[in-house]
């Protein structure tokens, strides 16, 4: 089992947030891979990283686990359609973050 | 959870809501992961149950094997997850194969299956889905991206082509999932269907599986069949749909007071 220790900052910038994601999609999808990727906030999932939905799931346990159960990750990606998560970028989720560690 | 040591093997897991009710296992089917249920349809559920899902072996991030694919060795590596999860009894999904799977698992273990939800489940003795394994190719992946209608809309890149090819590569060429499937061909004729005591159908109005749904019916007895819009990958197209229907079938109506 992956092991990511919550974390105790009060506060998280965006680029913060940005460096973080970043690493747990380079654990998830591999080294080798990353190489080839230019990965920015507008980096969709599906179509810019190429993750598939056991990749996306194991990215989504790895935020839930690092930022906190006051983050209800799963909760808020389940109120989206399928389109919606096919567009999903990595700005999403850190608005989402960001704004959800401040008012939580 | 996420990595249980389960029959030898390492079975990737993941739970919702531990503190909740009576404990849902859903089972996802051949080819597929544990996400079909991860996004929609286990949030639904986990407003009132626990809910568990695993990959199945070989599939999702779960350890891959060169044997097992049976339905009798899946349903051991269900009662196995179950008792290294310390859960006595649980209700039970399962989409597609993993609806087999549900069965045999109400069948051969009644003291710790109670519920069960069967999603668009076929005829294992239909061979469409072994002539695949015998046809599979690059060229027949390329072929069947290009030119089949995907009704879940999720295109795929070269590093998942890549990935996917080598999954089935393995899978239908190195082990035993064919041999398998064939043992298995006449469960529904011949598994004692009728012991189970609580089952939902649910069905996609277009799907290939649909004639299943009426023979499920008709072997088990008091199960109920409900048709859903949609096709084989209705918990993809329908995710709303589906896991309200379960919902209703899994949570006990309040008793009402006064």
């Known amino acids: 089992m992956d092991y990511v220790a919550s974390t105790q900052s009060t506060s998280l910038d965006k680029s913060t947030i940005f460096n973080q994601l970043k690493a747990f999609i380079t654990e998830v999808i591999g080294e080798e891979f990353i190489e080839d990727l230019d990965i920015t906030p507008q980096s969709s999932f599906t179509k810019d990283l190429e993750m598939d939905s056991i990749e996306i799931v194991a990215f989504s346990e790895k935020v839930k686990a690092h930022f906190g159960s006051h983050i209800d990750f799963t909760g808020w990606l389940s109120n989206m359609d399928l389109d919606e998560l096919i567009a999903l970028n990595l700005q999403d989720i850190m608005t989402y973050i960001a704004h959800a560690h401040y008012s939580g | ?258």
Do not use: W
Request: glycine share 8%; proline share 5%.
């Open chain 2, 1 to 258: 959870m996420p990595i249980i040591p389960v029959n030898g093997l390492s079975l990737h897991a993941q739970e919702m809501n531990p503190a909740g009710g009576r404990t849902v296992v859903l089972i996802h089917g051949l080819f597929s992961n544990l996400a079909v249920y991860y996004f929609h349809i286990a949030p639904l559920l986990a407003q009132h149950h626990h809910v568990v899902m695993y990959d199945l072996r070989s599939h999702g991030l779960s350890q891959s094997v060169t044997t097992g694919y049976g339905l009798d060795t899946m349903a051991d590596d269900f009662l196995a997850l179950l008792d290294a999860c310390g859960l006595n009894e649980v209700d039970v999904v399962g989409y597609s194969f993993g609806g087999l799977v549900a069965l045999n698992c109400a069948i051969r273990f009644p003291n710790r299956v109670g519920k069960v939800a069967v999603i668009d489940a076929p005829d294992p003795a239909d061979q469409r889905a072994r002539d695949i394994i015998d046809i599979y190719s690059r060229e027949f992946l390329e072929n069947y991206l290009t030119n089949v209608a995907d009704t879940t809309r999720m295109r795929m890149g070269k590093r998942q082509f890549e990935k996917n090819h080598r999954k089935y590569t393995f899978l239908f060429h190195q082990t035993s999932i064919k041999a398998d499937m064939l043992a298995d061909e006449h469960f529904l004729s011949e598994a004692p269907l009728g012991r189970i005591a609580s089952c939902l159908l649910l069905y996609g109005r277009s799907s290939n599986c649909l004639h299943t749904g009426y023979a499920l019916r008709e072997r088990i007895g008091n199960a109920r069949l409900k048709i859903l819009e949609g096709d084989h990958n209705l918990p993809v197209q329908q995710p709303e749909q589906v896991g309200r229907a379960l919902s209703e079938f899994l949570t006990p109506l309040p008793i009402a007071h006064g």
